[in-house]
């Protein structure tokens, strides 16, 4: 399911670690990560990957998210760097990106009602 059967798999080229956003009493949250057991390059796409290639990795690598208990640690990671490679946290490269931008927007209209209300009850 990884890869096409007449297509070798390549390996990827992992970007280095950057320092986690967090860490709690019981250590990095990424210690506990199901990832780590699993092979980077499901997480990590290599160069020139076909698209059929690379949907069904990264539904692979999802899946293992699906399964970890810190998923939603690792997910606020990728959001908070923001991690520009790889699914971390259940969530594509291009997936963060969406998110992040929702995000945004929500805050905008967040400060745009907060400043209205001010205007409001001061008039």
Known sequence: ?????????QVAAVPPQRTPAREDQAGPWHSEAVCRRDEAGLF??????????????????????????VMVECREHALDQPEPYGVWGGLTAAERRVVLARRRRRDIELKAASQAGRIAAAG
Do not use: G, I, N
């Open 1 to 9: 399911m990884l890869h096409m059967p007449h297509q070798p798999l």
């Open 44 to 69: 990590f796409a290599p160069s020139k990957e076909p698209t059929a290639a690379r949907l069904a990795r990264e539904e692979a690598a999802k899946q293992v998210c699906a399964r970890c208990p």
